[in-house]
């Protein structure tokens, strides 16, 4: 996992998908990185993969909301908040 404190986001890469792929098999995510981005309250702004055109359309929202807080709480502790 990367994060980018300048402008809120964290990557999640291919190999760290793959891997969270094997604990949630029916997530539908591609194996692709993938990052998100928040605002300074926090909120969720914008995700998307890494560098490839795939969409994430046939991800379960479960599995992203899983990631997103990972990523959330990452990006936190990373600016001390």
Do not use: T
């Not at 792929?21 to 995510?29: A, D, N, V």
């Amino acid at each position: 996992m990367r994060i980018y404190k300048a402008n809120r986001s964290v990557r999640f890469s291919k190999s760290e998908i793959e891997a969270f792929k094997r604990i949630w098999p029916c997530s539908g995510l591609p194996s692709v990185g993938i990052w998100f981005q928040f605002a300074s309250n926090g909120d969720l702004v914008d995700m998307g993969p890494y560098k490839y055109s795939r969409r994430l359309r046939n991800a379960d929202g479960g599995a992203l909301l899983a990631l997103a807080h990972d990523a959330q709480d990452a990006l936190g502790k990373a600016l001390g908040e």
